[in-house]
Every structure is written in C-alpha cells, then in structure tokens.
C-alpha cells in the first residue's frame, strides 16, 4: 500500500476509534471514505483493523457500549462490507451474534481519548433526560472546554478549581488527568448527578474526599503537594448556596459547561456568579470560563446582558485549534472569560 493510502486507511480506522467510542451518532462517522477504501485489497484488512478499534477494543470490553448502539453499528459494518462483494468476515458475522444476545444495560460507557495515552472513561444514562435532569449525559460544550483546558493547561496547574454544573464529568475529569490543579471540586445540585458523578470519578482512578464545605477541613484550605489532585464533589443548589459555603471552596479558577439552556438557568448563574465575586473580595480574583453551544442568541444576550447588570466584565476567548474529541462540529460554540 503506497503511503498516502495507508496514511488515509489510519485517519479513517482513528475516526472510526474516536466515534465509537464515544458512542456518537452513526451518521457522523466517515461511511463514504469507508467505501472508498473498501475497494482496495486492503479492504478486509482495515474491517477487521476497525472492528479490533471499536467493539473489541480493551475499553469497550471493559466498560460495554450500548447494546443497541453496538447492534446498529455492527450492521451497518456489515452493509458496507456486503455493498463491495467481498467475501463475508466471520469475524463481523460472529461479533453480531454475540451482541445479539445480550442485554441492554440502563446505563452505557462512552470514552473518550487524551493526547497522553490515557482516557477518560464515563457511565452514562441511555437515555438523554433520566430522573428530571439533563445532567447525566455529556454535552458538547463540555467537550469543547476540555479541548480548550488541554490546550492552556497554565490555566489550571497548581491551583484551586471549581466547576458549576459539573454534569457526567467530562471536562473536570480532563482536567484533573492533564493540567495538574491541585484541587479540583465538581458540584451539582441533582442526587443522581451527583452520585453518577461520584461514581465516574472512581471509574476514572481519582481518589474522592469527603464533601464538606467547612472551610477548616475543605480540601482547598491546606498546601497539596502530591502529583494527583484532591478531589470532592459538592452538592451545590445555584438558588440557595450562601456566601460562606462558596466562600470556602477558595477557587483560582471557576468553571461551567452546557449550562445557558433557560432563562432561569441563566440568571441563577450569574446571581451565583456575583455572589461568588462578592465574597471573594479578600483574595486574588478568580478567572470564570463558561463553555456554552450557542442554541439561541436571546439565551446568549440574556447572560451577557445580566452580567453587564452586576457588573462582571468579560470578553470572549478565541475559538482554540484543538480536535481531540468527537461532537457536532457544525455547532457554533463558544467560552466566556470573566472578570471576578
């Protein structure tokens, strides 16, 4: 196989990687280049390369995809295979019956794969609103802040995090795998985030302090020299948190994803935002970036409009070169800094 060919048969076996195993939507995975390549000799090679990549590799194994999910990939593998004439794959025929049998779980696996050679790995709702909360599935926009972390991890090494809304996890889980803060506290506000929550983070290998928001026994309140950050989560309700519970978390850096899809969201989160500016008058000013797909330029206004009203300055970063992560790329995205 000349150079180019092998070149283009690893971008499409990576993109089938990636895809798959975060478990995005089939229509976006790259079918046509598939086809194309399918027609070369090498075409048996690179299914069999893609299937080892994607239902048999070691993280889906150990953490299983939806069983539908796997059953509509597989067969649409099999399509394509079919649609080129060439002889049948057991191997594909084989994985099929396997996912056949089995059961669909309530929860899924999507991973997700870091330029270090690690991944993280998160447990996740089937479906997309479980328990009144959208908060157990990961959105695009946390993707694009945790691309944008691993890009400027200065941002975040050494120092105190907190994250709004932290959801499934993702962008904090990134972070804590890649840009060294010495402290990093997930909050939610929903029971089964929360627990969700804690359980991806013992999934991920991190170790998981009690929550407290005793400012004497918070894990920002002492020097943390290990390699690997402390970590808690919170149970944190943007509505009713006073001053001196946010006080006590003592971030450098506050962070939120995917969470301007209301009105009322929006203003709970600047109340919570000033009220954090407010209180945190006695130490440097902490650095806000808030990640958001921009779904409706009134949402969009709306929050730059209530910051204006409280006074919080900010100004938009520049869209970053990272595309570590598979999502909607058509999306338009964006992430706020804020002045504290």
Not at 103 to 118: A, F, K, N, V
Not at 259 to 272: G, M, N
Not at 280 to 294: G, H, M, N, R
Request: net charge negative; aromatic share 8%; charged share 20%.
């Amino acid at each position: 196989m000349a150079p180019e060919e092998t070149a283009e048969a690893e971008s499409v076996l990576q993109s089938f990687e990636r895809r798959f195993l975060a478990a995005r939507t089939l229509r976006y995975f790259p079918w046509q280049s598939l086809e194309e390549k399918l027609r070369d000799s090498s075409g048996p090679e690179l299914l069999l390369n893609i299937l080892q990549k994607t239902v048999k590799h070691p993280l889906c194994v150990k953490h299983p995809r939806s069983v539908k999910y796997v059953r509509c990939f597989l067969s649409e593998l099999i399509r394509k295979h079919e649609a080129v004439h060439m002889e049948p794959l057991d191997e594909l025929y084989e994985a099929l019956a396997e996912v056949l049998m089995a059961e669909e779980p309530t929860q899924c696996h999507r991973s997700y794969l870091l330029p270090s050679g690690d991944s993280v790995t998160l447990s996740e709702s089937t479906a997309i609103v479980s328990h009144g909360t959208t908060g157990l599935v990961t959105w695009d926009a946390a993707l694009y802040l945790a691309e944008w972390a691993i890009e400027n991890p200065a941002a975040f090494a050494h120092r105190t995090v907190l994250e709004l809304g932290s959801g499934a996890g993702l962008t904090g889980l990134a972070i804590c795998k890649t840009c060294c803060p010495s402290t990093y506290v997930f909050s939610d506000c929903h029971s089964c985030v929360l627990e969700q929550l804690r359980g991806n983070i013992l999934l991920n290998g991190l170790s998981l302090e009690p929550d407290t928001t005793d400012p004497e026994r918070h894990p920002g309140h002492n020097a943390h020299d290990t390699e690997s950050p402390r970590v808690t989560v919170a149970q944190l309700d943007w509505d009713v948190v006073t001053a001196p519970e946010l006080a006590a978390f003592r971030p450098d850096v506050i962070i939120a994803a995917d969470v301007l899809y209301c009105p009322e969201t929006v203003i709970s989160l600047v109340r919570v935002l000033q009220r954090l500016s407010a209180c945190l008058k006695d130490q440097q000013a902490p650095e806000a970036y808030i990640a958001f797909t921009v779904r409706s330029p009134e949402t969009c206004w709306l929050f730059t409009n209530e910051l204006g009203q409280v006074g919080i300055p900010w100004e938009a970063v520049p869209h970053h070169n990272q595309k570590l992560f598979p999502y909607e790329e058509h999306s338009d995205m964006a992430i706020l800094k804020l002045m504290l």
